[in-house]
């Protein structure tokens, strides 16, 4: 009598975690889907400086769009630019601004662009949702005498490109 008792207990035990198993890993998935990486499209383009006494020289000051909003939900600002010597590549540090609601962040940002006009900068995320987030984006310069953009002003030379925004980091 005692081995049937026992085994019939183990066969509960064995049971009940073949049952709760299947729902574990989805508990804990849907638990971090908010803090999966996300990437966030933008198209750019450079707009006028500003009259002084805003800073200067302003090196590159850029509008456009993020994802499918509207002209302004992308900003940014190249802070520093300095071309190599032999002009294979341009040195680059910026600040992009996205505004979409509560996952409107500003990134600092820094790399380069090679002269087919492919732009890679790595940087974190300094202000707003999932700041101190690894940031990565890639780039791709369109001249406007190729067409430019869809969705860019005509004429204007611009680019498209990706931020991957990472995990937000650990409190």
């Keep these: 009598m005692r081995t049937v008792r026992t085994r019939s207990g183990v066969a509960c035990l064995v049971g009940a975690m073949v049952l709760l198993f299947p729902f574990a890993?989805?508990?804990a998935g849907s638990r971090d889907d908010h803090n999966r990486p996300v990437d966030v499209t933008f198209t750019?383009?450079?707009?006028?400086?500003p009259?002084?006494?805003?800073?200067?020289?302003?090196?590159g000051l850029l509008e456009g769009f993020a994802g499918d909003g509207p002209v302004g939900s992308y900003v940014g600002e190249v802070l520093w630019r300095q071309a190599s010597l032999?002009?294979?590549?341009?040195g680059l540090t910026a600040m992009y601004e996205v505004v979409d609601g509560d996952r409107s962040f500003t990134a600092l940002i820094r790399g380069g662009s090679n002269p087919a006009g492919l732009g890679l900068l790595d940087g974190?995320?300094?202000a707003g949702w999932r700041t101190g987030a690894r940031v990565q984006v890639v780039f791709q310069r369109h001249l406007a005498s190729e067409g430019g953009c869809a969705k860019a002003p005509a004429g204007k030379?611009?680019?498209?490109g990706t931020i991957?925004?990472?995990?937000a980091p650990r409190p």
């Excluded at 032999?86 to 341009?90: E, F, L, P, T």
């Excluded at 991957?164 to 995990?167: A, F, T, W």
């Design 25 to 27: 890993p989805v508990m």
């Design 44 to 49: 750019k383009w450079g707009v006028t400086a």
């Design 51 to 59: 009259p002084l006494p805003a800073p200067q020289p302003p090196f």
């Design 86 to 90: 032999n002009g294979h590549v341009v």
């Design 124 to 126: 974190v995320i300094l």
């Design 157 to 160: 030379t611009c680019f498209e």
């Design 164 to 167: 991957y925004v990472g995990h």
